[in-house]
């Protein structure tokens, strides 16, 4: 059976410390999504923590169909987007035209030259730090914590066409922002 | 490169694309080198995006929410090793035994011996000769599974209250 599951089911038992197990399990993975949602390590510290005891608080919703993680992250991008609506961070998405090329903007008026002078990595970091919380908590969703499309749009209320399309959309900004140092690193792979 | 062979790329990568998908890209990968420098960009930065790095919270991060943790779940149930029905039940078997030994010896007292001189010698006299014909062996299994009896509730209890705290 899931170890989460398991785990899970100690704590209902009252067994305290299996859920610290599970915090330490998901800390990093829940702390990067409310950090690239809120942009702040202290806010996002607070959100993740906010994540964590509401999930703690609510074990018993959590009905076993879906994984563990989707069920936290769920609780984790919700605290952490309630959280930026309350900051009045812009929570829209990359499929407003309007913020997409605000997006662009923004991310074109760092200089050029000091971007060459930086790895591919640090610049998408970068890039990722500019986009709207939504988009930056999908593009992590999918990429560091490896969720499926279907697992996403479950995570953030969404169709799994809007996720595709948007995953999409998402992944072709960023590479035309890195298309200058993308163009640069595959030129030897060519 | 259009629209439709950016998706049709990135479904490449994601590895989403129907068989017929997948031929028409390598196909074209093969033929067209314009498509194939667009899909080495799409995978480098596929290949950027899947390295990226967790960020990492406090040192005492998780210490902080365990200590922060409400009580709201039960407490480990372990099952008692004798339920308290029975140890109630054997208590009052050998409450029981005590008793029927006890009024059985006082009635083998004579009471006209009670009553002369040198009573209390006599009196023990008979007691003896009365708990004389109790068999010895079920006296002491008796006392022996009364002593483990209580041993193991003792036990029981301790390893309950130590594990659970």
């Known amino acids: 059976m899931d170890e989460d599951v398991n785990l899970v089911r100690l704590v209902r038992t009252g067994h305290k410390p299996a859920f610290k197990q599970l915090v330490e399990r998901y800390e990093d993975y829940v702390f990067t999504i409310t950090f690239k949602v809120l942009k702040s390590r202290e806010e996002a510290e607070e959100a993740a923590q906010d994540a964590f005891l509401k999930a703690y608080q609510n074990l018993e919703g959590f009905e076993e169909k879906s994984r563990f993680s989707t069920w936290l992250y769920t609780i984790a991008y919700r605290a952490a987007i309630d959280m930026a609506r309350k900051k009045r961070l812009p929570a829209n998405s990359i499929d407003d035209d309007a913020s997409f090329l605000q997006l662009e903007d923004e991310v074109f008026a760092t200089p050029v030259e000091q971007m060459q002078d930086e790895d591919l990595q640090a610049q998408l970091a970068v890039a990722i730090d500019k986009l709207k919380p939504d988009d930056a908590a999908m593009i992590t969703l999918f990429y560091l914590q490896e969720m499926s499309v279907k697992e996403i749009a479950e995570i953030m209320n969404l169709?799994?066409?809007?996720?595709k399309t948007r995953l999409h959309r998402l992944r072709e900004a960023l590479r035309e922002i890195l298309s200058r140092q993308l163009k640069q690193e595959i030129q030897d792979l060519l | 490169m259009n629209h439709q062979d950016d998706i049709l790329l990135w479904k490449y990568i994601d590895g989403d694309c129907t068989p017929d998908e997948s031929d028409a890209v390598q196909k074209k990968?093969?033929?067209?080198?314009?498509?194939?420098?667009?899909?080495?960009?799409?995978?480098?930065?596929?290949?950027?995006?899947?390295?990226?790095?967790?960020?990492?919270?406090?040192?005492?991060?998780?210490?902080?929410?365990?200590?922060?943790?409400?009580?709201?779940?039960?407490?480990?149930?372990?099952?008692?090793?004798?339920?308290?029905?029975?140890?109630?039940?054997?208590?009052?078997?050998?409450?029981?035994l005590v008793i029927g030994f006890s009024t059985y010896a006082v009635l083998q007292v004579d009471p006209s011996a009670a009553s002369s001189s040198g009573a209390l010698s006599e009196t023990v006299h008979d007691l003896t000769q009365a708990s004389e014909r109790i068999p010895y062996s079920l006296m002491t299994l008796l006392a022996a599974l009364s002593a483990g009896f209580l041993i193991l509730v003792w036990l029981d209890r301790r390893l309950r209250k130590r594990i659970v705290g």
């Open chain 1, 159 to 163: 169709t799994i066409t809007n996720v």
């Open chain 2, 29 to 96: 990968l093969a033929e067209d080198a314009k498509f194939r420098k667009a899909y080495a960009e799409r995978l480098k930065l596929h290949g950027e995006l899947r390295n990226m790095e967790a960020e990492q919270p406090s040192m005492r991060f998780s210490m902080r929410i365990f200590e922060s943790l409400p009580d709201l779940y039960g407490r480990f149930t372990i099952q008692p090793l004798i339920r308290p029905l029975w140890a109630r039940a054997f208590l009052a078997t050998l409450a029981l």
